[in-house]
């Protein structure tokens, strides 16, 4: 067997994957509880669209990727396959999303966020076994398969309760708090997959193909920062309902003020009757016709 390393780079990379998580997870609950507060459902569509590339792609993918790069195999290089590893991250997305809308759309109910729970846990199992799939090595890669099931059975319970949350928390510090603990199941479950495998090196090293962790580096890094620093500005560009309140209230606070500055204001008169009901003015005489008329007489 041969002998693998998860923490090539020491506790760097988990940390960094943690860290990841933990942002990822409090950009997608934001956008689950703007979601909660939209008033349509082309609104409330978009919002959780927003959450499952937060906490598919950036708080599940990119984590794994992240703990990835110091995971190595003594004697057996590593490449990836880009074709798999770019479908693990949109079965994150895809399987998340999906798991939020079963969730998140129409009125919240427990049996709602248990079926999105399986359907999500399910979801980012897949993209992580595809993930270590894309792997490209000289070794026969084995996974023991009651670590794979515990793997599964976290990852599961994880979405259940990242569904719950999203469907449930409000404010910022049950946000900030919701999210770590986003961020350690989310972990835990990677984690424990990458236990589950084993390595026996073929007695040939012939050359693989594929790129290199430190390839796929650069563009992926490039990729999250653009797509946080979009959930950062949708968040921060659409009024919350507190805002809308507050608004309402200045509004109606500066509708008072104008009406005491300008006395009662006059009752509505919807059908137009004072106006009918008036006398008219008398027409303009521009050359004084009339009053020359009078003064004759």
């Known amino acids: 067997m041969a002998h693998i390393d998860q923490f090539g780079y020491g506790w760097i990379t988990p940390a960094l994957s943690y860290a990841l998580s933990v942002l990822g997870s409090v950009l997608g609950l934001i956008c689950a509880q703007r979601a909660r507060e939209a008033h349509g459902t082309a609104q409330r569509a978009w919002w959780l669209m927003l959450a499952a590339w937060a906490i598919g792609g950036t708080a ?167 797509v946080v620093i979009g959930l950062v500005y949708a968040v921060l560009a659409a009024p919350t309902a507190d805002d809308r309140a507050g608004a309402e209230y200045l509004q109606s606070r500066m509708a008072d003020r104008l009406d005491s500055a300008t006395g009662q204001a006059p009752a509505p008169d919807p059908h137009g009757l004072a106006a009918k009901t008036a006398p008219k003015p008398p027409a303009a005489d521009p050359n004084g016709l009339a009053s020359r008329f009078q003064s004759r007489r």
Do not use: C
């Open 60 to 226: 599940i993918w990119s984590m794994h990727f992240m703990a990835m790069l110091g995971f190595s195999v003594t004697g057996a290089p590593i490449r990836y396959d880009i074709g798999l590893t770019a479908a693990s991250a949109l079965l994150a997305i895809v399987m998340v999303g999906i798991g939020l809308f079963i969730a998140g759309m129409g009125r919240p109910m427990l049996l709602k966020v248990l079926v999105g729970g399986v359907v999500a846990g399910l979801g980012v199992a897949a993209m992580h076994y595809t993930g270590m799939a894309a792997m490209r090595l000289n070794a026969d890669v084995h996974y023991d398969a009651t670590r794979v099931g515990l793997s599964i059975a976290i990852a599961v319970v994880a979405a259940a309760v990242a569904l719950w949350l999203a469907t449930n928390v409000r404010g910022a510090l049950a946000v900030t708090a919701s999210a770590l603990v986003m961020g350690v199941a989310v972990n835990g479950m990677h984690f424990t997959g990458m236990y589950s495998m084993s390595a026996t090196l073929h007695e040939e090293q012939n050359t693989m193909s594929g790129a290199t962790a430190s390839n796929l580096l650069v563009p992926i890094v490039l990729a999250v920062i653009l």
